[in-house]
């Protein structure tokens, strides 16, 4: 199957308006835009950096009108008439990349924004959010599995709304990356007669399992009771297991939470790395690995343990690293892609695969191509000047696969109209 870009066009009868905040380079923006969605603000700042590099790539795309480039702290308010609100909240405080020891969760720095989300959902109630984050969410802090998550249900659940979550593998939908995500959509509560059970929502009727359908149900829905006060929730949630109690799928309604371990029903035409990939002849002679250093790359790549000392207590111990594919074969769907893909140094993260030609690096346009973007979307910023490829590898190691999004906002754009 060769792959074949979209390019990203405004829709002529919008469905609804969005709101998007931590906006990156657009990806939401894109795959809603594709479903009938139009995007009326934006919002995308980054803390600590003097150039807002993905801002600049979001205006030189969309334009300035109804984009704002300022701490999410100072913006007052939604549009009046949101739709529809959604973001991939900073995960930082989440992230695999991390121990967990150093995931602070909703105490972390990034964490608290949390907290902006919810201020404007109170002030504007738009009908529905949909937001995306890392699956390491459901297990947030360390000390506290899963404290974040109960947090963030219970103070959503609070305001007035209904709320799906799964855990997402892009790759068992068909698209050419194994990226796994949180997804979490929330609905504003309607009056009327009493809805479908948990059970229905989560297997057959909820917008998550219309748009990225699931197997039967083979296990049991379990319960989460957060009747409590969100601060009692903060204080005492789930201190006494090291496992948290939020499963790849659930529902929230009226303080409990329904949840339970779900499987995807799998595309039949799954696309894989291979199906992204460039002529060898349009592959930049930076991108190709020397044959003197294919030693140290299968280094990094394989099986290892290396002895260490622990700095505070001086401890010695074992640091153990599993093997992981040399090179990467484009007859899989790719790994996820990190921020960090960029660069000619040699790393156990990067993509790396061989051609007849030799070993070489991913591009940025394969990288873009791997979450769904237009080819060369982050390859200027709004003044026309050419981005560096280190940088355009990390937008798209933050960034998700518009695809998934897309068919989320068509089963949204179904809720709106009906």
Not at 344 to 351: A, D, E
Request: proline share 5%; aromatic share 10%.
């Amino acid at each position: 199957m060769a792959y074949k870009s979209r390019g990203f066009r405004e829709p002529s009868h919008p469905v609804g308006n969005v709101a998007e905040l931590f906006a990156g380079v657009g990806g939401f923006r894109i795959g809603l835009a594709r479903a009938g969605w139009k995007t009326v603000f934006s919002n995308q700042w980054e803390p600590g950096t003097k150039v807002q590099h993905a801002s600049d790539v979001y205006v030189a795309r969309f334009g300035a009108n109804g984009h704002s480039n300022e701490d999410i702290a100072l913006v007052e308010s939604l549009p009046r008439k949101t739709d529809l609100l959604v973001g991939g909240f900073p995960c930082q405080d989440y992230s695999v990349a991390k121990s967990l020891n150093s995931a602070k969760g909703l105490k972390g720095k990034k964490g608290v924004l949390w907290w902006e989300i919810l201020r404007l959902v109170q002030d504007q109630k738009p009908k529905f959010i949909f937001l995306e984050n890392v699956d390491r969410l459901l297990k947030s802090p360390s000390t506290q599995r899963g404290r974040d998550f109960a947090v963030m249900l219970k103070t959503l659940g609070d305001v007035g709304y209904n709320i799906e979550w799964r855990v997402v593998n892009a790759a068992d939908y068909g698209f050419p990356q194994r990226r796994i995500r949180v997804f979490i959509v929330a609905t504003r509560c309607k009056r009327g007669p009493k809805g479908p059970s948990p059970e229905l929502v989560i297997s057959k009727l909820g917008i998550l399992a219309r748009a990225l359908p699931i197997k039967k149900l083979s296990y049991e829905l379990q319960e989460v009771k957060l009747d409590e006060s969100a601060d009692r929730i903060s204080a005492s949630f789930n201190k006494k297991t090291n496992k948290s109690p939020f499963l790849t799928s659930g529902y929230y309604s009226n303080g409990i939470a329904y949840t339970v371990k779900t499987e995807a029903v799998l595309s039949n035409k799954p696309m894989v790395l291979g199906n992204v990939l460039i002529p060898d002849s349009k592959v930049p002679k930076e991108y190709w690995v020397e044959e003197n250093r294919i030693k140290e790359w299968k280094y990094l790549k394989g099986a290892k343990s290396i002895a260490r000392t622990h700095k505070g207590s001086g401890t010695t111990y074992n640091y153990a690293e599993g093997k992981m594919a040399f090179p990467d074969l484009p007859t899989n769907p790719s790994r996820t892609i990190l921020t960090g893909e960029g660069g000619s140094t040699p790393s156990r993260f990067k993509h790396i695969i061989k051609t007849s030609r030799g070993y070489r690096r991913l591009t940025p346009v394969e990288l873009e191509r791997l979450n769904g973007f237009p080819d060369g979307w982050t390859s200027v910023d709004q003044s026309g000047k050419l981005l560096k490829d280190g940088r355009r590898a990390f937008f798209m190691g933050n960034a998700l696969v518009i695809g998934l999004i897309e068919r989320v906002g068509k089963v949204l754009a179904h809720e709106i109209q009906r």
